[in-house]
């Protein structure tokens, strides 16, 4: 079925003597298409110049975090038929810096996150399937697919400010969780920096923001109990 809507777009270059703006595209698309199609067809016949970022369309590469009526969401992944009305808001991620329109430069996400950090796992779910020979385990890529979103919608993380932020402490805790002693010393003190967990204030906007399960907000309390001798808070 085919739908009326109307994009309203938060505009802006930085550096640019244009100041930000939103502007409003109308256009007629498929129900079922996603923000991120009507973004495209947007690109495609009405404005080449719109800027935003985006690579897999099926949630895996997480480039296409952007605001949406307000909550940071995927655009590949949130269809046009959940929103009722005729007007769909779109802005950038808060807390990065501007690149244009809604592309952000997510350097600042990786600020605290160590590059030798093991990102496989062990798969699950596969009991009783037969290891091919010369294969110990099945893995499979941790959760977290860089997207921003967490980063963007907890009030104490963003580009200035000094908190590491969610997305870096539960890649720091699920690093902890396969390292075995004493090299989990250095990660716990990082943790336990005046940078880390203790700025959390347990909001929870980071795990409920998350679209792909990381809970961010459990690993955080997995670390403050952890550096605080195994007491939970109360
Ligand atoms: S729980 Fe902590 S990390 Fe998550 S959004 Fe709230 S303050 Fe930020
Ligand atoms: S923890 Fe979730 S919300 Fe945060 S960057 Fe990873 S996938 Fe995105
Ligand atoms: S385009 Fe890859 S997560 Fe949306």
Not at 9 to 33: K, M, N, V, Y
Not at 68 to 94: H, M, W, Y
Not at 95 to 124: C, H, K, N, Q, S
Request: hydrophobic residues 35%; glycine residues 10%; contains cysteine.
């Amino acid at each position: 079925m085919k739908r009326k809507i109307r994009l309203k777009i938060r505009r802006h270059r930085p550096g640019s003597e244009t100041p930000p703006r939103f502007e409003i595209f109308s256009l007629t698309i498929d129900a079922e298409s996603s923000v991120l199609d009507a973004l495209e067809m947007i690109q495609g016949g009405q404005d080449p110049s719109l800027m935003f970022r985006r690579s897999c369309h099926h949630s895996s590469c997480g480039t296409c975090g952007m605001l949406i009526n307000g909550d940071e969401r995927l655009a590949c992944v949130t269809r046009i038929s959940q929103f009722k009305g005729g007007t769909v808001t779109l802005e950038p991620l808060p807390g990065f810096p501007l690149l244009g329109d809604l592309a952000v430069d997510m350097t600042p996400f990786y600020r605290d996150i160590d590059e030798g950090w093991d990102y496989l796992r062990g798969a699950e779910n596969l009991g009783g399937t037969k290891l091919p020979d010369g294969v110990e385990r099945f893995e499979r890529f941790e959760n977290c697919i860089e997207c921003g979103c967490c980063v963007s919608a907890c009030p104490v993380a963003g580009e200035e400010k000094p908190f590491m932020g969610p997305a870096a402490l539960a890649a720091l805790n699920r690093e902890l969780q396969k390292t075995e002693e004493p090299a989990t010393l250095p990660l716990l003190e990082q943790a336990g920096s005046e940078r880390g967990e203790r700025l959390c204030n347990r909001t929870l906007a980071c795990s409920r923001v998350c679209p792909t399960a990381v809970y961010p907000a459990r690993h955080i309390l997995d670390l403050r109990t952890r550096l605080r001798g195994g007491r939970r808070e109360p």
